[in-house]
């Protein structure tokens, strides 16, 4: 069964102060690990997918890296309008177009 | 560009009764994805469909039934709510190709009385 645990729960950081969010899975083939943002009352909004060890994408002030068994999401110089809840999610070979995702992890930038 | 929308976007409903939760999408995407999302559980996958009159179940596919006439369209019904089943529910969407990427609704908040 494919697992995804992200840790920690919740962050609560000053502006500027950079840090990362945690994402362990346990999966057999992995066609894709995925991040969403998801911010109050919202749906999830697609952020990457990393396909293999070893390859990283950024899109501002977020970089996602990728080993053989977690991802990292790091967040420089937070602003507050990156506080939101960030969604991993793995896409196994073996299970088609399904994705598992983890329970996320609440980010709350302070000014 | 409408994307994938939801319909409703609130819902309070009692128990025993049957309702519909609606998910279209614009894009013309093969695969259509239904999750309830709870505190403590994350996203779960209740049905999912890769095309028009092809479902099948997800993690949690009991209380509901899906159907897929239309390649935009993919409604989720609940033919006897449950309190349990008072949760917020999204749909998504993806294009179906290997690796591709779900793109989610805004979702429907649903409470069951």
């Known amino acids: 069964e494919d697992q995804v645990t992200q840790s920690p729960e919740a962050l609560r950081l000053q502006e500027g102060e950079s840090s990362s969010l945690n994402c362990s899975y346990t999966v057999s083939g992995l066609r894709g690990l995925f991040w969403y943002r998801q911010d109050p009352g919202k749906g999830p909004e697609f952020l990457f997918t990393l396909y293999s060890a070893g390859e990283e994408k950024e899109k501002e002030r977020l970089k996602a890296t990728l080993t053989k068994k977690e991802s990292f999401l790091h967040i420089t110089a937070p602003k507050p309008e990156d506080s939101a809840t960030y969604l991993c999610?793995?896409?196994?070979?073996?299970?088609?177009?399904?994705?598992?995702f983890g329970g996320g992890t609440r980010v709350l930038v302070k000014p | 560009d409408a994307g994938i929308t939801q319909s409703p976007r609130y819902k309070i409903t009692e128990t025993g009764r049957q309702v519909t939760l609606m998910c279209h999408q614009t894009?013309?995407?093969?695969?259509m994805f239904w999750y309830r999302q709870d505190l403590g559980h994350g996203l779960r996958l209740i049905y999912y469909s890769a095309a028009a009159d092809i479902t099948d179940k997800g993690e949690v596919p009991d209380g509901y039934v899906v159907s897929r006439s239309k390649t935009e369209n993919f409604p989720l019904t609940l033919e006897s709510a449950t309190r349990s089943q008072t949760s917020v529910y999204f749909c998504?969407?993806?294009?179906?190709?290997?690796?591709?990427?779900?793109?989610f609704g805004p979702g429907t908040r649903l409470l069951v009385l």
């Open positions: 999610a793995v896409q196994a070979w073996a299970a088609g177009n399904k994705l598992t």
């Open positions: 998504a969407s993806s294009e179906g190709r290997a690796r591709e990427t779900q793109y």
């Open positions: 894009w013309s995407h093969s695969y």
